[in-house]
């Protein structure tokens, strides 16, 4: 509740228009630009990685090469050299830090600068009693600080960068990664599975409740890199954890291509709740350099009352194609979205989600929230499916779009799909404008008319701002007020 | 305190305010009246910087400044309220929200410490007491599904709790059942001062029962057509407007 109340003054607090477009300059250790078969044993023996993970790569990359790229999203940009790109950069190292003194001062500068939560910022510092969140830093591909190893060690729970995983738990990520998502999945899924550089991996055993919010931070940094990260978490029985995961990005003139994969195992009576702040350099207000965000994320209910719920504040990138998915194949699974998707000026958002009823007793729950300002366009695209076995499925969606000026455009693309005789299926939908009258009332009361502007944009996305974790909530408030800067008047 | 001089304004390119001249001394209350559509509503939401409401001559002088020159919130800050005649809905804001954002603002703006979480609570609870307004009011978004009347009372709440120099009410009677009406008047007459000003704008007499103005205008198609004390608006009751602007 008070955090709720000091998101104006924290919006009014960020004066600049994108503050955080700085670039760091931490020498690139770097492939050659383009991609070949020699890229992705590049990039596996970089990794020094088993050979079946490099087998599995190199079946990716020829299964990609049979692909073309798809064009059904409502999102339009110039193609996309493939051959352009550089797949793999790391800072500079002579070894791998064994604590936090030997980290980089200059990383944890850039950390400061992101306005990365105090406790976060403490955690990296090594201040002693900072606690509660883990932090493991993906900079540039590969992961440069690991907090809180010890104490998650102690529960059990392994949270490490995943191609440390694959050295250190090769029976786990070979059992799990691809099971969610396949290499043949979707076209960039699929080169993310020949390329990936890195990303998070998380082991949560059985009865365990994780003792802390784990987080992660991305950044794109070296010029041209594409950035793709694989995650893969995986609960098992009667287990829980929550997963924060934020993004910024340095300005940039070139387009930035960012193609992820996450893939989450839930097992019997298991729940991961999956929280995103995603705030990427959407470009300037011509739209010229932004990044182009294409991810694919999918959770699979397996066991019996397992439980996955996606957060997502949405606010940058020139592009966005993302639909986090819950696959509910265990009885009684249950599958939540909640989504705030801004767009502004030229930015492009084609967002949504998918909830595949396969188990019976099933339930899912998606509340979008899209907001449109500038000339942007912003489109929901969400599928329902009740299979057969699905017997008193049950989905409920709200999609709530609202409209800031008159050139920018909202679309709602529900797709429902069943088979079950027994499932139930509710869709709700509204499109409204921030009135003239809204602004003027606020700013009679002495409201800046920016400020008013956050108020009101914050209190239409008030239902899933609530279902973050209190350190994302702040951020997101603050998030959902710069990015509609300028969007007034 | 205010000072209106040979004010004109139009609405959509139509002129509603033609020429109107008004002082308002400080502990002042001055109460307009008027049939609808002389402008009563116009020259409130010009007074208070609405887009849309276009001055095209006369000048307007707060405290001696130029108000036209200021932005809404500008003006909002430095101590001019305006209580709506149709208080609009924000969804999914606290009222509570709301009005810490505008008591912060306020205070900010003339360079005052902002108050924190706990203050703020305290202090809404001694208004909302004051007012017999519930709390839970505080807890439900800004007016929405607020009745007539609630949306009435919570426009005198924020009244109260912002404290204003000039005090701008537009029809806080119309809607409002008998009880409501001395819950807004009672709210009204508390901030009464020797310090602050009021104008009230209402289509009735009733209302100025409960607040008693030292003045009362009669405005009839952008001008005020009459002026005088508290009986001209017995008198108007009485009459009718019609008698009155054809005089």
């Given at each position: 509740?008070?955090?709720?109340?000091?998101?104006?003054?924290?919006?009014?607090?960020?004066?600049?228009?994108?503050?955080?477009?700085?670039?760091?300059?931490?020498?690139?250790?770097?492939?050659?630009?383009?991609?070949?078969?020699?890229?992705?044993?590049?990039?596996?023996?970089?990794?020094?990685?088993?050979?079946?993970?490099?087998?599995?790569?190199?079946?990716?990359?020829?299964?990609?090469?049979?692909?073309?790229?798809?064009?059904?999203?409502?999102?339009?940009?110039?193609?996309?050299?493939?051959?352009?790109?550089?797949?793999?950069?790391?800072?500079?190292?002579?070894?791998?830090?064994?604590?936090?003194?030997?980290?980089?001062?200059?990383?944890?500068?850039?950390?400061?600068?992101?306005?990365?939560?105090?406790?976060?910022?403490?955690?990296?510092?090594?201040?002693?009693?900072?606690?509660?969140?883990?932090?493991?830093?993906?900079?540039?591909?590969?992961?440069?600080?690991?907090?809180?190893?010890?104490?998650?060690?102690?529960?059990?729970?392994?949270?490490?960068?995943?191609?440390?995983?694959?050295?250190?738990?090769?029976?786990?990520?070979?059992?799990?990664?691809?099971?969610?998502?396949?290499?043949?999945?979707?076209?960039?899924?699929?080169?993310?599975?020949?390329?990936?550089?890195?990303?998070?991996?998380?082991?949560?055993?059985?009865?365990?409740?994780?003792?802390?919010?784990?987080?992660?931070?991305?950044?794109?940094?070296?010029?041209?890199?594409?950035?793709?990260?694989?995650?893969?978490?995986?609960?098992?029985?009667?287990?829980?954890?929550?997963?924060?995961?934020?993004?910024?990005?340095?300005?940039?003139?070139?387009?930035?291509?960012?193609?992820?994969?996450?893939?989450?195992?839930?097992?019997?009576?298991?729940?991961?709740?999956?929280?995103?702040?995603?705030?990427?350099?959407?470009?300037?207000?011509?739209?010229?350099?932004?990044?182009?965000?294409?991810?694919?994320?999918?959770?699979?209910?397996?066991?019996?009352?397992?439980?996955?719920?996606?957060?997502?504040?949405?606010?940058?990138?020139?592009?966005?194609?993302?639909?986090?998915?819950?696959?509910?194949?265990?009885?009684?699974?249950?599958?939540?979205?909640?989504?705030?998707?801004?767009?502004?000026?030229?930015?492009?958002?084609?967002?949504?989600?998918?909830?595949?009823?396969?188990?019976?007793?099933?339930?899912?729950?998606?509340?979008?929230?899209?907001?449109?300002?500038?000339?942007?366009?912003?489109?929901?695209?969400?599928?329902?499916?009740?299979?057969?076995?699905?017997?008193?499925?049950?989905?409920?969606?709200?999609?709530?779009?609202?409209?800031?000026?008159?050139?920018?455009?909202?679309?709602?693309?529900?797709?429902?799909?069943?088979?079950?005789?027994?499932?139930?299926?509710?869709?709700?939908?509204?499109?409204?404008?921030?009135?003239?009258?809204?602004?003027f009332y606020?700013?009679q009361r002495?409201?800046?008319?920016?400020?008013?502007?956050?108020?009101?944009?914050?209190?239409?996305?008030?239902?899933?701002?609530?279902?973050?974790?209190?350190?994302?909530?702040?951020?997101?408030?603050?998030?959902?007020?710069?990015?509609?800067?300028?969007?007034?008047? | 305190?205010?000072?209106?001089?040979?004010?004109?304004?139009?609405?959509?390119?139509?002129?509603?305010?033609?020429?109107?001249?008004?002082?308002i001394?400080?502990?002042?209350i001055h109460a307009i009246m008027g049939?609808n559509?002389a402008?009563k509503s116009t020259l409130s939401y010009?007074l208070a910087?609405r887009?849309?409401?276009?001055?095209?001559?006369?000048?307007?002088?707060?405290?001696?400044?130029?108000?036209?020159?200021?932005?809404?919130?500008?003006?909002a800050?430095?101590?001019i309220f305006l209580a709506f005649q149709y208080p609009v809905?924000?969804?999914?804001?606290?009222?509570?929200?709301?009005?810490?954002?505008?008591?912060?603002?306020?205070?900010?703006?003339?360079?005052?410490?902002?108050?924190?979480?706990?203050?703020?609570?305290?202090?809404?609870?001694?208004k909302?007491?004051e007012l017999d307004i519930?709390?839970?009011m505080?807890?439900?978004?800004v007016n929405?599904?607020f009745s007539g009347g609630e949306k009435k009372r919570n426009e005198v709440l924020q009244m109260s709790l912002l404290e204003p120099?000039l005090m701008l009410l537009d029809e806080t009677d119309s809607g409002l059942d008998i009880d409501a009406l001395k819950i807004a008047a009672d709210g009204v007459n508390r901030l009464r001062?020797?310090?602050r000003a009021g104008l009230i704008i209402t289509h009735y007499q009733r209302l100025l029962d409960y607040i008693v103005p030292?003045?009362v205008h009669?405005l009839?198609?952008?001008?005020?057509?009459?002026?005088?004390?508290k009986?001209?608006a017995?008198?108007?009751?009485?009459?009718?407007?019609?008698?009155?602007?054809?005089?």
């Amino acid at each position: 509740m008070a955090i709720r109340q000091e998101t104006v003054e924290q919006v009014a607090s960020v004066s600049d228009k994108y503050k955080y477009g700085f670039i760091s300059d931490i020498e690139a250790d770097t492939a050659p630009i383009g991609l070949s078969e020699d890229i992705v044993r590049f990039i596996s023996a970089k990794k020094e990685e088993p050979e079946w993970l490099l087998e599995w790569r190199l079946k990716a990359y020829r299964h990609w090469l049979t692909m073309v790229e798809p064009e059904w999203a409502n999102v339009h940009y110039p193609k996309i050299d493939f051959q352009d790109i550089y797949y793999y950069s790391a800072p500079k190292q002579k070894e791998k830090p064994k604590s936090l003194d030997e980290v980089d001062p200059e990383l944890l500068e850039v950390y400061k600068k992101l306005g990365i939560p105090l406790k976060e910022q403490e955690v990296l510092a090594g201040v002693e009693g900072a606690h509660n969140v883990a932090v493991d830093a993906v900079f540039d591909s590969v992961s440069v600080a690991t907090t809180f190893r010890e104490r998650l060690e102690k529960e059990g729970v392994i949270f490490c960068p995943i191609s440390e995983a694959v050295r250190n738990h090769p029976e786990l990520v070979q059992k799990y990664i691809g099971s969610v998502v396949p290499y043949t999945d979707n076209y960039y899924a699929t080169l993310n599975s020949a390329v990936f550089t890195d990303g998070s991996f998380c082991y949560i055993p059985k009865g365990v409740r994780c003792p802390m919010e784990l987080s992660t931070y991305f950044r794109i940094n070296a010029a041209q890199t594409g950035q793709f990260e694989r995650t893969l978490i995986i609960a098992e029985e009667g287990s829980y954890v929550s997963y924060l995961e934020g993004c910024t990005a340095p300005m940039r003139d070139e387009n930035q291509l960012h193609a992820a994969v996450v893939e989450l195992v839930i097992m019997k009576d298991a729940e991961i709740k999956y929280s995103t702040v995603q705030n990427w350099y959407p470009g300037d207000e011509n739209g010229v350099g932004g990044i182009y965000n294409f991810v694919t994320k999918r959770a699979a209910c397996r066991g019996e009352n397992a439980k996955v719920s996606w957060t997502q504040v949405e606010t940058g990138s020139a592009i966005t194609w993302k639909y986090p998915s819950c696959i509910l194949q265990g009885d009684n699974s249950v599958g939540e979205f909640y989504s705030i998707a801004i767009a502004n000026n030229m930015q492009q958002a084609d967002t949504g989600t998918k909830m595949i009823h396969l188990g019976k007793n099933t339930s899912s729950t998606i509340i979008s929230k899209g907001i449109s300002a500038g000339k942007a366009q912003n489109t929901y695209r969400g599928l329902v499916r009740m299979g057969r076995k699905a017997e008193n499925a049950r989905n409920h969606t709200v999609c709530d779009s609202l409209l800031i000026g008159d050139k920018c455009g909202a679309h709602t693309v529900p797709y429902i799909e069943n088979q079950s005789r027994t499932a139930t299926i509710e869709h709700e939908a509204t499109t409204s404008k921030v009135s003239e009258e809204q602004l003027f009332y606020c700013q009679q009361r002495g409201l800046s008319e920016e400020e008013s502007m956050a108020l009101i944009v914050n209190g239409f996305c008030k239902e899933v701002l609530q279902k973050l974790p209190m350190e994302f909530a702040v951020e997101a408030q603050k998030l959902v007020g710069i990015s509609l800067e300028g969007s007034v008047g | 305190m205010l000072e209106i001089k040979n004010l004109h304004a139009t609405v959509g390119g139509k002129e509603i305010l033609k020429g109107i001249n008004l002082t308002i001394k400080a502990g002042e209350i001055h109460a307009i009246m008027g049939p609808n559509g002389a402008g009563k509503s116009t020259l409130s939401y010009v007074l208070a910087g609405r887009d849309g409401y276009e001055v095209t001559s006369g000048e307007v002088l707060y405290k001696g400044e130029d108000l036209l020159a200021l932005s809404p919130d500008e003006r909002a800050s430095k101590g001019i309220f305006l209580a709506f005649q149709y208080p609009v809905e924000i969804p999914g804001v606290a009222s509570a929200t709301f009005l810490k954002t505008a008591y912060n603002a306020q205070r900010k703006y003339r360079g005052e410490p902002e108050v924190d979480a706990m203050e703020f609570l305290k202090l809404i609870r001694e208004k909302t007491k004051e007012l017999d307004i519930k709390d839970d009011m505080l807890k439900r978004a800004v007016n929405v599904g607020f009745s007539g009347g609630e949306k009435k009372r919570n426009e005198v709440l924020q009244m109260s709790l912002l404290e204003p120099d000039l005090m701008l009410l537009d029809e806080t009677d119309s809607g409002l059942d008998i009880d409501a009406l001395k819950i807004a008047a009672d709210g009204v007459n508390r901030l009464r001062s020797p310090e602050r000003a009021g104008l009230i704008i209402t289509h009735y007499q009733r209302l100025l029962d409960y607040i008693v103005p030292d003045f009362v205008h009669v405005l009839a198609d952008g001008k005020i057509v009459k002026s005088g004390d508290k009986s001209l608006a017995h008198e108007l009751e009485e009459k009718g407007y019609a008698a009155l602007s054809a005089a």
